[in-house]
């Protein structure tokens, strides 16, 4: 089965029993979206599509005016933002190349192939929303934009997610065989539960937590786009991981598990050496435990959507990031918005 499939002369119609997430038959052409198996893929699709927006259309105004006024923020306040930012600009950089050039062309549903082009266009804005929010803000993009690299606690992270990549990126990678197709779904949780699921949670904690304040409001209000973005690609993926676990039998095992449970562990350790960084004495009612109390907790609920046990049962020392995330959902984005996307009928040629 080539990801690349040539097209065939042929009378014989695709049938939805040959679809696949990965390892779909040879017959089942990519191209042609119709018949539809994994219909939740086209669902997000369609749900992403209505909640789109672009960073340009949020105010910053306020944001601008608090940072430059030297009392508005505490030198705390300004690091742990800055950190984060950090973390940020890149992180979704790196999802962006993972989903491009190592998942997209194993996936063999035309549908789930459908919500990926949309993740990666919404990964894409991400990364302009920072940018624009350190534009905005004037920050020093020098400094931010090379935080990565130059911050030991944000390499390593990212390092961490590289690492899953490795190998799947190998241009004669293929997910035949059960090794393969282990090694494949140990990059979705590497990307889908512990980037977009934890690295990038306990970042919206710190910058909701300004916005708990009212302070930094616009830069919160990106974010809180954001996290309704990432909480749809998260979603997704587990169901992408749920369902090739169905479709492949015998490839979920216990030394694949154990290794599930070392990389979540191996990331929650990461995760509070970046929280030490960002505030080492604590900000606005956060500090390092608190913050890895708060990985714990996520860990345990994204271990078990996957069907994994919870390992850490700890209490979610913030109530509010549920409300947060629940909000996000149900909030109306489009009352504050200046820019009407044109719909078909009225779009100028
Ligand atoms: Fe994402």
Known sequence: MSFIQPIKRTDIRVSVNDRRIINGAEEADVVQLSPMKHKWAWQAYLDANANHWLPTEIQMQRDIELWKDPNGLTEDERTA????????????????NNLVLAIYKQITSPECRMYLLR??????????????????LELDEGEIFNMYREKASIFN????????SLGVLDPNFSTKGKENTQKFLENLIGFYLICEGLFFYTS??????FQRQNKLVGASEQIQYIMRDESMHMNFGID???????????VWTSSLENKIYAAIEEAVQLEVVFAKDCFPKGI??????????????????????VGLVARYNVENPFPWMSEAIDLSKEKNFFESRVTEYKTGGTLDW
Not at 81 to 96: E, H, N, P, Q
Not at 122 to 133: P, R, V
Not at 244 to 250: C, D, H, S, V
């Open 81 to 96: 933002f800055k950190r984060v930012m950090g973390f940020f600009t890149t992180g979704d950089s790196i999802v962006a």
């Open 119 to 136: 993740q990666s266009y919404e990964e894409a804005i991400h990364t302009h929303a920072y940018q624009y929010i350190i534009e905005s």
């Open 157 to 164: 992270k990212d390092q961490m997610l590289i690492n899953f």
């Open 204 to 209: 919206f904690a710190v910058i909701l937590s």
């Open 240 to 250: 992408m991981i749920n369902t090739i676990k169905e479709e492949n039998p015998g």
């Open 284 to 305: 606005l009612g956060i500090n390092s435990d608190l913050f890895e109390q708060y990985m714990r907790h996520i860990a345990d609920r994204r271990l078990e959507r």
